[in-house]
């Protein structure tokens, strides 16, 4: 028998992976996962589903409603990607993690099948993730889309709710230069006869919606209508929200302004599922303080204290994601603060560079895949923004230059890809 690491480099090398590699590894259609499903007997079909989508926010909407249904007494599949340190991350049931045994047994055991397909990680990984949910006997599965979502692989499920939480740039290369483009893609998940929840309004994406759940004959919402915030109490661990529509207050560890709008997104959705799982009406505000820790959501404003020194994690890799987290940092008032950045290297760069301030401190680096942006590149293109700091080879020697150069009282921000997120994390060994 293969050991976990040896089967994952299998995998890597059999079944190329975007998440590593970038656009070779993308295969539009839906061709090869079609015929996965036929070879594994649709084990989606064993179980209901939710099917979250969106530019940004779906992981924190996925976690959260797999939390939730989880504290009501459900068994609870939640897929999601990508992963930060370890892939089994990807694959949880009521927040405990699909065992490296399995992801071993799986793979040898549909190895021919992989030389056959030949299909690219993610495909296959994703049926990986519903059989294992089906072995389960799982009441519920949260899939997240994995990019798009008129040719996800996830977009074989018969869902019972369709959520789509927002539309901004990203992956226009696959998905279109224009919000409308992105928005048709995203808009092929909506099934006929499925409810859908759209997050938030937008001029340009609102019509493509409307008219998609029309031509299917699906109830649509929009979240962002079904409630309307005060901020009550807000810190870095928890905000505490009251529906000015019903005078609703609850407190939920899903902290920063995005997760406000995410916030409607999920409590909506409870609503409409509230007849499959009446369990979830009893306590889904209780559900809310602790759903990083019920589900295990890492990596979304996620506070960390490491020897003596605050460091914020959170995953904003694109244009409306930064947009949101410099906003957030403003709002909390560090006066003194530390970027370690880097990106993938398919975003228009200086767009999103132009979003920090100029007055903190970087420290560049390229994350440990194939696909990262040069540290050099990104410190040149910074530079020319106004932006100072030094490049680094590796995220070990980053840390170590801005542990020494933060004072007492200082924040450390890490962010502009998942990748680099799950190399401190490993790195550091938290």
């Known amino acids: 028998m293969k050991s976990y690491s040896e089967i994952l480099d299998f995998l890597y090398h059999f079944t190329p992976a975007y998440h590593k590699i970038g656009s070779i590894a993308y295969k539009p259609g839906l061709e090869k996962s079609f015929q996965l499903d036929k070879y594994f007997g649709h084990p989606h079909r064993y179980y209901q589903t939710i099917h979250v989508g969106g530019t940004n926010g779906k992981g924190s909407v996925s976690h959260a409603l797999a939390a939730i249904l989880a504290q009501a007494g459900y068994k609870v599949g939640l897929y999601t990607s990508p992963h930060l340190v370890d892939f089994v991350e990807r694959i949880k049931i009521n927040g405990k993690e699909a065992p490296h045994e399995y992801v071993i047994n799986f793979v040898e055991q549909h190895q021919d099948i992989i030389l056959q397909v030949q299909p690219s990680f993610f495909e296959f990984t994703t049926f990986m993730a519903f059989e294992y949910f089906k072995i389960h006997q799982v009441d519920v599965a949260i899939v997240e889309v994995g990019m798009g979502g008129r040719l996800d692989t996830t977009n074989l499920i018969q869902p019972i709710l369709t959520l789509i939480t927002n539309v901004s740039y990203d992956h226009q290369q696959f998905l279109g230069d224009t919000l409308e483009k992105i928005a048709f893609e995203k808009a092929g998940i909506i099934k006929k006869n499925v409810p859908v929840i759209i997050g938030e309004h937008h001029p340009e994406t609102d019509k493509i919606f409307i008219q998609k759940s029309q031509n299917e004959n699906s109830i649509l919402a929009f979240a962002e209508d079904a409630f309307e915030w005060e901020?009550?109490?807000?810190?870095?661990?928890?905000?505490?929200?009251?529906?000015?529509?019903?005078?609703?207050?609850?407190?939920?560890?899903?902290?920063?302004?995005?997760?406000?709008?995410?916030?409607?997104?999920?409590?909506?959705?409870?609503?409409?599922?509230?007849?499959?799982?009446?369990?979830?009406?009893?306590?889904?505000?209780?559900?809310?303080?602790?759903?990083?820790?019920?589900?295990?959501?890492?990596?979304?404003?996620?506070?960390?204290?490491?020897?003596?020194?605050?460091?914020?994690?959170?995953?904003?890799?694109?244009e409306a994601g930064i947009t949101e987290l410099i906003q957030n940092l403003n709002a909390f008032g560090h006066k003194n603060l530390h970027f370690i950045l880097g990106f993938v290297n398919d975003k228009k760069i200086n767009k999103i560079l132009s979003l920090f301030p100029k007055e903190a401190q970087y420290y560049f680096v390229k994350p440990?895949?194939?696909?990262?942006?040069?540290?050099?590149?990104?410190?040149?293109?910074?530079?020319?923004?106004?932006?100072?700091g030094k490049s680094y080879e590796n995220i070990t020697l980053a840390w170590q230059d801005a542990k020494n150069q933060i004072s007492s009282g200082e924040l450390l921000v890490v962010a502009g890809s998942c990748f680099l997120i799950g190399d401190l994390l490993k790195n550091l060994k938290i």
Not at 239 to 263: P, R
């Open 368 to 388: 440990s895949v194939e696909r990262g942006l040069d540290a050099k590149t990104l410190q040149n293109e910074a530079k020319s923004i106004g932006l100072s």
């Open 231 to 318: 901020l009550l109490h807000a810190d870095y661990q928890q905000q505490t929200l009251k529906d000015k529509f019903s005078g609703m207050v609850f407190t939920t560890d899903l902290i920063g302004s995005y997760q406000q709008k995410n916030l409607k997104s999920i409590l909506l959705a409870v609503q409409y599922i509230s007849d499959f799982f009446p369990n979830i009406k009893k306590n889904y505000l209780d559900a809310l303080k602790n759903i990083k820790k019920t589900a295990g959501l890492r990596g979304r404003m996620e506070i960390l204290e490491y020897e003596n020194i605050k460091i914020l994690l959170d995953v904003a890799h694109n």
